[in-house]
């Protein structure tokens, strides 16, 4: 038998409130969120993860897809 390998997604959430921005970045098995996903549950998946603060949810200014190699690039950064 052939088995898949379960597929990531990964994503470049920015933030800005105004005085700062900055981004945080999350990785997504493919099943864990529907293929219709908004950023709406993109966040809440990363408050649920414990990467993102729902006290930050409000100062959303973007989400990205990202590749994995600007994944990794930029959580070594």
Same mark, same amino acid.
């Given at each position: 038998?052939?088995?898949?390998? &379960?597929?990531?997604?990964y994503y470049d959430i920015h933030f800005n409130d105004g005085v700062s921005s900055y981004? &945080?970045?999350?990785?997504?098995? $493919?099943?864990?969120?529907?293929?219709d996903a908004n950023d709406d549950d993109i966040l809440g998946f990363g408050v649920d993860i414990g990467m993102i603060d729902p $006290?930050?949810?409000?100062?959303? $200014? &973007?989400?990205?897809?990202? $590749?994995?190699?600007?994944?990794?690039?930029?959580i070594q950064a």
């Open positions: 038998m052939n088995y898949k390998i &379960k597929d990531m997604k981004s &945080k970045f999350i990785q997504v098995k $493919d099943n864990l969120l529907t293929s $006290d930050e949810m409000e100062y959303k $200014d &973007k989400i990205t897809e990202i $590749d994995e190699a600007e994944y990794n690039k930029a």
